[in-house]
Structure formats: structure tokens, C-alpha cells
């Protein structure tokens, strides 16, 4: 949104690595992974989590004997923290900016989307980390401004040559010229943005977020761009590619190919005049380019902002990670603070989210959520905002974040651009529970039952088909976690010590994963099960927690050192009355072993709205007292 009250929200459903070499904190179960503290070099060092926000590197042995113990820890510290940093898994995300009492009443920490750092908000967020935003498809009316007598070179244009309207925007018109979508190729509209993430930082924000990161390429489902720079850049594109993969594609002369000629003429030669753009056989190959031009201005955005601050700044984007294709620049970011499809009009809780949750934690980002504009418009209409708590408890016992719904942009055709203003007494509640009980967020991660290997591929080609798949596991209450594999779009491998972490694996489309990737996953499974079927999947995992319940809840393991949270969340959502009928008598079964806890253990409730109190668990059985919306069964190790 820019800062401005221009918004944006629900993209069409189109399109979706830094390493993971954080090792599992010490004595924490070997199917927990850390999401803090990871580098770029696998093996070097070691990280633990001693307490919540803190990290200390440990170097290996032969790298401290090289560099001497004091410079090499310190520049490890520096490495590692800096991505630490970006979100807390107990902080309180706000998206939007807003006055000093409201960040109180909900133990604000963080503004991470859309403000825009002037004295008085500033001031406002004392205290607060403070994330500036730019946009790259909202703020049209500002770049017109900026360059009025030029603007039209960096338009988007189609295979026409004509400009586009941004779709959910074309009720917005500036000085009677309708929002265009401009080329993040072009280099006016580059130079915009540029100046626009220096004024954000120079403004004193400590963070940067961008709207609609992926600039050019968030419009290739529109058939967009043919401008001469985007031909051009793909021509250079070609060039760069090996001779048999430049022959397999069929282009006979890379430096004399216009894509933009070739895609007319093709167009032309169908007498039926049905052809689109997007059908052309080279079409996924002028999609690589697109993610990966978007990539590198993102890369290029971020080091500008950490130039003019003189230290590292925390990027976030607008990376909705069930918009498939949202992945590809992931390199340039140190979080996502997104839109969320929650599907709030089926009127019950969904189980789509924890998918992108899986998803950020895979390429080990937080993932700060807010939910999509035709959500708020429903929960405004039909005042649900218990489903809304739902949504947070979610979000948060997944080891994501929420954003507080204070204030949310709402949109449906009918009624276009409205604004839903949440309830400060029913959300700030919630968000209090996790301040107030942020050792039992931070540093915990997830424990996984099974394991979905999930070429990023066959996310791209099948995006419905994935998430529902792992809607699946997650309405069984399976914990899950995903294993990323790359492909040309996103730069992620399949590590040996994630899949032999594992038990169980998921395979989705193993045909889709690159030969590295394969033959990886056949070296290191030979002795777990694969499976590719989510039936059999279900039927063959042994979870950490069963549940036995009279009605639908949801069970979410996550554990750090000596100790073990399970998240339990009642999904009995009663639409009609907007409550949550409350449960008594859910048992649940615990394998102290899979959750990393000794037979020796304490355990206690924690539930939201209620008092915390002791249980008992005798043979592996604990029965709860009873189920609101949310509650947190703490497993300690005796030591
Ligand atoms: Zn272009």
C-alpha cells in the first residue's frame, strides 16, 4: 500500500534459497530444525538458542584455529544475527502504522508493511521497529508526479504496444489518468523506485518493505511486457543460455531474436485468433527470465537501502505464498509480511495457511500474514472477528506471525475499496497471551511428523493440488514440514541432513525435481519410507500427539532444548453464533521421545482467556481440563 491509501490486495492465483545450515540446538529432537541463525556456508558452525531472541555462533574448531577465536566468532555473530533480527516468533506485527495507544494496547513491536516514517509516526512507534513501505504497482500517482511529462516511457506495454491497467485498481484514476502498470525494466520507473527506497531510509525507517515486489514480472499473467527493454533483456537472456538448451527451445539466432515479433507473428498465423501471449511454446522460458530480472532488482533495491543506512536492513515483500511464482526473489528478503487467502466466506477455519507457513519456514523466513481483502470484507460484513481470532492463534502456533487486525483494507467487486477497523478488545487480548508468554514462542520450532518433498516445479505447475494435499496432512494432524526443491526460478537444493531428519516423506511429482535434487533424495531414503500418495501418507506417519477429541481440533508440536509446546487450537467454529463452542474431555497421547522430552517431565496448561495450571501425564496420556479457542500444553524436561 505504499504508505498511501491506495491499496492492493488479492492477486489472481498465478505463478510461486539461502541454505539451511542452522544445526538442530542442542538436545533438541533430530526432526527439529532451527530457523535462526543460518549462513550461507554449510558446516562452518554451529548455532544455539539459549533464549528467545538470542544466538550465539559457535564456530568449528579447524575455522577457529585458522582465523583466530575472537574475529571469526564475532563476524559469525554479526552473519547470523542479521537475518535474526528481521521478526521474533513472539513479536506483534502491525501492518499499517497507527497512533502511540493502539501499538500499546496490543504490545506492539513491529510496524512491517506500510508505514511511512515521518517525525510524528516515528515518534509514534517509539520503541517499535519501524518498517517503511514502497510500491511498485500502487504508487502511480506519485511516479506521474515525479516524472509528468515522461511517465509513459516506463508503462508496461502489452503485445500490442498498449499500456495495462493494474486490475484492482482500475477505479483509480490521477489527474484523469488511469493507474498503469509500469515496467520494473524501464529505467525511469527503476530510477522511481530507487529514490524512493532512499527517501524511506534516509527518513530514519529501520526496515523496508515492498508492495508488489516482483514488479514486471506480478504481470506476466496478463500477458505483459513486451516494452523494447523487456525484448531486450530476454534476447540477452538467451545469449547467456548453453547451445543444447538454446536448440532445445528452437531459436536459431539469440542475438537477432524479438521475442515480441516472434510472438505476433505467431498470433497472426492462427486463423482461429484465439492465441494469447501466454501460450507461446517459449512463454516459460520468458517467464524465467521475467523472476529472475525481478530477482535481481529486488538484490539491487536492497543493497541501496543497506548502503544509505550503513548496516544491514531487514527486507520485506508482499510475498503471498500461495500466490505460486512470490518465491522467486526470496534471496533478497529477510521476511515476508503478506496477504493470506484465509477463505473466510466457507465460514469455518481453513487450513490453507499453514501451507505458506511451511512454506517460509522451508527457505527460513518469518512470515508476518494478514488476510486477503476479500476476508476483511467478508468478516466486516458478517462481524466475525472470532474467526479472525482463529486466524491468529493459527498463525502463531504455526511459529508464524499475524498481523493485528486493527485496521484492514476490505474490497469486493461490488463494493470496491472499503475499510474494516478491528475490535481492539477482542484481537488485543490475543496478542497480549503471546507477549506475555513469549518463551514459549521464541525459539521453539517445528516438530514434523512427515515431511513433503515438494519441487518448487510442480508448485508452479499444480499450485491448488499442493496446498490441498497439505491441508490434508494438516487436518489429520500431521505436523508437517516441507523440503523445498529449486528449480530455474528459485535457487534451493535438497540437503542430505533435512531428509534423513525424517521418517517419513511425501514426494510430490517426483518427475519435476531437478537430477541433483533426485538423486539426493534416492542416496539419503533408501531407509525411510516414501510415499507419494497423501492417503498412504496418513496411514503410514506415527505423530509425536494424537488427539482424540469430540469435535474438530487442531495439533501443533513445536519444541526447543528440554522443552516441548503443543499447541492445541478448537476448530468447532460456529459461523452463526461467531463463537467457538468450548470442548471438554480432549485426550491426547504423547510420544515424549519424538517431541525430545525425558520420560521425566512437568507439565502444564497454558490456555488463552483461562489460568494456567498443573496436569498430569501418565503413560504418555494427558487429558485436558478444557478447550476455548487456544491452548499450550508445556512439557519440561526434569533435569
Ligand atoms: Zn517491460
Redesign the pocket.
Known amino acids: 500500500m505504499g504508505g498511501s491509501a491506495v491499496p492492493r490486495i488479492r492477486r489472481p492465483k498465478r505463478a510461486a534459497s539461502l541454505r539451511h545450515v542452522i544445526h538442530k540446538p542442542h538436545n533438541a529432537p533430530a526432526h527439529v530444525r532451527n530457523w535462526h541463525g543460518r549462513a550461507e556456508n554449510p558446516g562452518q558452525f554451529a548455532s544455539v538458542v539459549d533464549r528467545p531472541g538470542r544466538l550465539f555462533a559457535i564456530e568449528s574448531e579447524n575455522c577457529m584455529r585458522r582465523t583466530g577465536c575472537f574475529c571469526a566468532a564475532l563476524f559469525l555473530l554479526v552473519a547470523a544475527s542479521s537475518r535474526a533480527a528481521a521478526l521474533e516468533r513472539s513479536d506483534v506485527v502491525f501492518m499499517y502504522q497507527a497512533d502511540a495507544r493502539t501499538y500499546s494496547e496490543y504490545g506492539a513491536t513491529v510496524v512491517a508493511w506500510g508505514g511511512t516514517p515521518r517525525p510524528e509516526t516515528l515518534e509514534a512507534a517509539k520503541g517499535l521497529r519501524f518498517f517503511g513501505s514502497v510500491g511498485m504497482v500502487t504508487e502511480f500517482s506519485r511516479y506521474y508526479d515525479r516524472f509528468p511529462t515522461n511517465y509513459t516511457e516506463g508503462l508496461?506495454r502489452d503485445i500490442d504496444g498498449q499500456p495495462v491497467k493494474v486490475p484492482w485498481l482500475t477505479d483509480h484514476q490521477h489527474r484523469g489518468i488511469p493507474y498503469w502498470w509500469c515496467?520494473s525494466?524501464?529505467p525511469i520507473f527503476r530510477q522511481y523506485l530507487r529514490e524512493r527506497v532512499e527517501e524511506t531510509m534516509k527518513a530514519g525507517a529501520h526496515g523496508l518493505h515492498i508492495d508488489d515486489h516482483l514488479g514486471?514480472a506480478g504481470g506476466l499473467w496478463l500477458g505483459i511486457?513486451f516494452?523494447d527493454?523487456?525484448v531486450e533483456g530476454f534476447k540477452a537472456h538467451l545469449k547467456s543460455l548453453p547451445p543444447q538448451r538454446i536448440k532445445e527451445l528452437g531459436v536459431e539466432e539469440p542475438a537477432a531474436f524479438n521475442f515480441r515479433e516472434q510472438v505476433r507473428q505467431w498470433i497472426k498465423a492462427d486463423k482461429t485468433g484465439n492465441r494469447k501471449p501466454q501460450q507461446h511454446p517459449l512463454w516459460p522460458e520468458w517467464t524465467v527470465w521475467q523472476y529472475r530480472a525481478a530477482a535481481s532488482f529486488m538484490e539491487e533495491l536492497h543493497a541501496l537501502a543497506n548502503q544509505i543506512a550503513q548496516r544491514h536492513v531487514p527486507m520485506g515483500a508482499n510475498a503471498g505464498l500461495l500466490w505460486a511464482g512470490h518465491l522467486s526473489d526470496y534471496k533478497a528478503l529477510d521476511l515476508f509480511s503478506a496477504e493470506t487467502d484465509h477463505h473466510a466466506s466457507a465460514r469455518r477455519f481453513s487450513d490453507l495457511p499453514v501451507f505458506a507457513y511451511r512454506l517460509a519456514e522451508a527457505v527460513d523466513r518469518p512470515y508476518a500474514a494478514t488476510a486477503s481483502g476479500g476476508d476483511w470484507a467478508f468478516v466486516k460484513e458478517n462481524n466475525s472477528h472470532r474467526l479472525v481470532q482463529g486466524w491468529i492463534a493459527l498463525a502463531y502456533a504455526s511459529g508464524q506471525l499475524f498481523m493485528a487486525p486493527h485496521r484492514q483494507w476490505c474490497y469486493t467487486p461490488e463494493k470496491g475499496t472499503h475499510w474494516y477497523t478491528g475490535p481492539t478488545d477482542v484481537y488485543a487480548p490475543l496478542y497480549r497471551f503471546v507477549r506475555e508468554h513469549a518463551d514459549l514462542f521464541d525459539g521453539h520450532e517445528t516438530v514434523s511428523d512427515i515431511a513433503v518433498v515438494l519441487p518448487h516445479r510442480a508448485y508452479m505447475r499444480t499450485p491448488n493440488q499442493c496446498q490441498e494435499l497439505c491441508a490434508k496432512l494438516a487436518a489429520a494432524n500431521l505436523s508437517f514440514r516441507i523440503l523445498l526443491a529449486g528449480d530455474d526460478i528459485v535457487d534451493l537444493r535438497l540437503r542430505a541432513e533435512d531428509i534423513s531428519r525424517e521418517k517419513v516423506l511425501l514426494v510430490v511429482d517426483r518427475s519435476a525435481l531437478l537430477d541433483t535434487d533426485r538423486k539426493l533424495l534416492e542416496a539419503h531414503s533408501k531407509d525411510r519410507v516414501v510415499v507419494t500418495d497423501v492417503d498412504h501418507a496418513i496411514s503410514a506417519t506415527q505423530p509425536a500427539v494424537r488427539v482424540q477429541s469430540p469435535a474438530p481440533v487442531r495439533i501443533l508440536p513445536r519444541a526447543r532444548a528440554g522443552e516441548a509446546v503443543v499447541h492445541v487450537l478448537n476448530y468447532d467454529y460456529d459461523a452463526a453464533s461467531d463463537t467457538v463452542r468450548e470442548l471438554s474431555s480432549v485426550r491426547l497421547k504423547i510420544d515424549q521421545v519424538k517431541l525430545g522430552i525425558s520420560p521425566q517431565c512437568t507439565v502444564s496448561w497454558v490456555p488463552f482467556g483461562g489460568r494456567e495450571q498443573q496436569l498430569k501425564i501418565e503413560d504418555g496420556h494427558v487429558v485436558l481440563p478444557k478447550l476455548n479457542l487456544w491452548g499450550i500444553l508445556v512439557l519440561k524436561s526434569r533435569i
Do not use: A, L, P
Open positions: 508496461c515496467c525494466q524501464q514486471t511486457c516494452c527493454r523487456c
